[in-house]
């Protein structure tokens, strides 16, 4: 799966609003109660595995690592396995490393996607609850683990077509994101051990490209 999908899943999940229909009780409360959660976090941490299902190679892709996220818009994704990338964040620049490319894409916030409904979820800024028709899903070949399980369908053009939600009744975290493409792959991304408002140090967010690293630097448009 490609970084900056796992990135933009970050962002739905931390900087949250959705529009639901005033008929839907249910659903409104568990939207209204993950969005209050969220809001009064100003900072967590957690352990994350990832499984990306690529059906033209007919396999399955696994990573795992740790990630942090602080507001405003302050983010890193440390991959430990099966290589040492990273996805940095300081609020104006995101850098996404490859170690095997010993390459690193560096790019203003802003031009992260061309999508409007992703740069506003990059920003954290903007009101993103006409982006996306929300609803319970139904729980099919996917485990909620007991919890609400919500569908994430945005409304413009994306690079993927749908974001499943499975929301921990307890606390109201996002405890997994089920992420579908268009070409029919899932990617599962688990987050455990979650602490929040730890007091995470804004210098946990300067990235330092590894020695011999190319940088690179997209076009403005």
Do not use: C
């Not at 790019?107 to 609850?129: C, D, F, M, R, Y």
């Not at 909620?144 to 919500?150: F, Q, R």
């Amino acid at each position: 799966m490609k970084l900056k999908k796992v990135f933009t899943l970050f962002l739905i999940l931390f900087v949250f609003a959705i529009h639901t229909s005033a008929q839907e009780k249910n659903l409104d409360s568990v939207i209204d109660g993950i969005q209050k959660k969220y809001e009064q976090i100003n900072n967590f941490q957690a352990f994350f595995t990832q499984e990306s299902e690529v059906k033209a190679l007919d396999k399955v892709q696994k990573a795992q690592g740790e990630v942090w996220f602080k507001k405003p818009g302050k983010m890193r994704w440390n991959y430990d396995t099966p290589n040492k990338d990273q996805i940095v964040s300081d609020g104006k620049t995101l850098w996404f490393y490859d170690q095997d490319e010993e390459q690193v894409i560096e790019t203003p916030l802003a031009q992260v996607s061309e999508t409007q409904s992703t740069t506003t979820l990059l920003s954290g800024l903007g009101n993103i609850k006409k982006l996306f028709n929300a609803s319970f899903a139904e729980p099919g070949e996917i485990n909620p683990n007991g919890g609400y399980l919500v569908d994430l369908v945005p409304k413009g053009d994306e690079e993927y077509n749908k974001v499943t939600i499975s929301v921990d009744k307890k606390d109201m975290m996002v405890n997994t994101i089920f992420l579908y493409d268009p070409f029919g792959n899932l990617t599962t991304v688990k987050l455990a051990d979650i602490k929040t408002d730890t007091g995470v140090s804004d210098s946990l967010f300067d990235f330092k490209a590894p020695a011999g690293t190319e940088v690179v630097k997209p076009p403005s448009f």
